[in-house]
């Protein structure tokens, strides 16, 4: 007799006491510590297989093409911070070290980026930055750029982006301003991991804080990063496939089914891929 809520390999599992290390992620105890059988890494594989038939991850040459852009774009954001600094009355020292900082959130920082799909980023910029300006000169910068094809700056949307394509890479970018400059020697990403770092700042920052903090959460929580890169792949994959992955049309965007994956594995921690999509459904 099987156990009640286990397919038959897992069963053997259990009765084989083929158990994981006792671990807790996330705010409940796991469901199993059951750890895969063979007959399961063979279904992965061939899941995973189909897989890149059907929904093929980026190649490494496309990946070095995207970060070479945002290299490019890093370069303009920098150079730009800096005049504005000088323009406001800053020494060319003071500015330079005044910086802002490009971030990557989404599907591209959580490593599960598809040939065509965009760039999600965030610009976090120092108190003298404003968001006019951010919409105003450094969009009309983008626009005089020869590698960028398009900008559309959407400064009165709920989170206030700039959509733009840049080599033929598709980024978004968002804007947050710190309240404050940060200390000198403190690392800014791990500064935006802290609550402390959203206290008085303006709500439009604050809602483009969160795309960055929750994927980099996501990645802090989940037992194993390349199950869950491959279990999410899959669950995007069928998502698109029955037009139901959008959450401008009112389904789920890629960050929520993302979170949904994540607690799937906190709760199955040593499960392979294919056990993990039967867990999900």
């Known amino acids: 007799q099987i156990a009640e809520g286990f397919t038959e390999d897992e069963d053997c599992n259990v009765k084989s006491g083929k158990l994981g290390k006792a671990c807790r992620y996330g705010i409940t105890d ?3 510590l059951q750890e895969p059988s063979e007959s399961e ?3 992965t594989q061939k899941m995973m297989e189909e897989l890149e038939r059907e929904f093929p991850r980026e190649t490494p040459e496309g990946m070095a ?3 070479a852009v945002l290299q490019e774009l890093e370069r303009v954001v920098t150079a730009w911070t800096v005049e504005v600094g000088i323009d406001s009355g800053m020494s060319e020292s003071e500015a330079t070290r005044s910086t802002s900082k490009l971030l990557t959130l989404g599907s591209y920082k959580l490593g599960v980026a598809h040939p065509g799909s965009d760039i999600d980023t965030l610009c976090v ?5 404003t968001r006019e300006a951010f919409f105003t000169s450094f969009a009309e910068r983008l626009k005089q750029m020869d590698s960028v094809s398009e900008c559309v ?3 009165d949307a709920f989170t206030p982006i700039i959509r733009t394509k840049m080599s033929g890479v598709s980024i978004d970018v968002l804007f947050a301003r710190l309240v404050k400059p940060l200390d000198d020697g403190v690392n800014l990403e791990d500064a935006l991991k802290e609550d402390e770092i959203l206290r008085n700042m303006d709500d439009k ?4 804080m969160n795309g960055y903090r929750v994927a980099d959460q996501i990645l802090q929580l989940v037992p194993n990063h390349d199950t869950f890169r491959d279990t999410l792949r899959f669950i995007k994959c069928w998502a698109r496939r029955r037009g139901i992955y959008s959450n401008v049309l009112g389904f789920f965007g890629g960050i929520t089914w993302a979170l949904l994956v994540a607690r799937v594995c906190q709760l199955y921690p040593y499960f ?3 056990q993990l999509v039967n867990r999900f459904f």
């Open 30 to 32: 796991p469901i199993s």
């Open 41 to 43: 890494a063979t279904v």
């Open 65 to 67: 093409h995207r970060e």
């Open 125 to 129: 910029g120092p108190p003298h930055i």
């Open 153 to 155: 700056p959407i400064p």
């Open 205 to 208: 920052s604050v809602r483009c």
């Open 272 to 274: 392979a891929p294919s």
